[in-house]
């Protein structure tokens, strides 16, 4: 069972997304909260595998209550997934630095909220290549020298060549496919990496693949 919290001051939007999740066997809604502080609190109390987090709340917004649920150890099983009116923008990804594993447009349709629940709950990112490259192109601007960032120097050369691919948007299944390994070891690559670099997702991983200067970004 998917064990899903909703945070949103709109009533409305929780409503809709809670009749939606409680028709499926896989997944239960165990709470709803209106801001960013009571849905963090309610997230401690209650350990969603995912939490679907409006960016723009009153008392406490997403992008810090995403902040939150990253840097509480207790939390680190809950994957939260920013809901945004807008699209991709500053916002998303100042929430994907905070520790979101993705983000929904709000006028989802219901097949992709319930798929994204799913694979949020696996641990994977949101994000797909084509979110990945406006990433890239719109805000990771300055490229470091090669292999600077935290914790680069841990990886082994196969973890780096993995997280290199990660960072191009590519699934494990196609990481595999490029290197000629099975999709185990793949997802065993990535799994290690995300550790020694303490990224809780995919999503952070392709951040911290830019701005660590493992991988630079191509000129526009």
Same mark, same amino acid.
């Given at each position: 069972m998917i064990r899903v919290l909703l945070v949103d001051d709109q009533p409305l939007i929780r409503s809709g997304f809670r009749a939606l999740l409680d028709l499926e066997d896989d997944i239960e809604v165990v709470a709803e909260a209106g801001d960013g502080l009571q849905?963090?609190?309610?997230?401690?109390?209650?350990?969603?595998d995912v939490a679907l987090v409006d960016i723009q709340m009153p008392v406490v917004d997403?992008?810090? $209550?995403? =902040?939150?649920? +990253?840097?509480?150890? @207790? %939390?680190? !099983?809950?994957?939260?997934?920013?809901?945004?009116?807008?699209?991709?923008?500053?916002?998303?990804?100042?929430?994907?630095?905070?520790?979101?594993?993705?983000?929904?447009?709000?006028?989802?349709?219901?097949?992709?909220?319930?798929? $994204?629940? =799913?694979?949020? +709950?696996?641990?994977? @990112? %949101?994000? !797909?290549?084509s979110i990945t490259?406006?990433?890239?192109?719109r805000y990771v601007t300055q490229p470091l020298t090669m292999g600077t960032g935290r914790g680069l120097e841990e990886l082994t050369n196969r973890e780096r060549?993995?997280?290199?691919?990660? $960072?191009?948007?590519?699934?494990?299944?196609q990481i595999a496919a490029r290197m000629l390994i099975s999709p185990m070891t793949a997802k065993t690559h990535v799994n290690r990496?995300?550790?020694?670099l303490h990224a809780r997702d995919r999503a952070q991983l392709v951040i911290l693949a830019y701005e660590s200067g493992l991988v630079v970004p191509r000129s526009s």
């Open positions: 849905g963090v609190a309610l997230a401690r109390k209650h350990l969603p997403g992008i810090e $209550a995403t =902040r939150r649920i +990253a840097a509480d150890p @207790a %939390l680190a !099983a809950v994957h939260v997934v920013i809901l945004t009116n807008y699209g991709f923008d500053e916002y998303v990804f100042n929430a994907l630095r905070a520790g979101a594993a993705g983000f929904l447009v709000k006028d989802i349709v219901p097949e992709d909220l319930l798929h $994204a629940v =799913r694979v949020a +709950a696996r641990g994977d @990112a %949101l994000l !797909a290549p490259r406006k990433l890239i192109n060549e993995t997280v290199a691919l990660v $960072a191009q948007g590519l699934s494990n299944d990496a995300m550790a020694k």
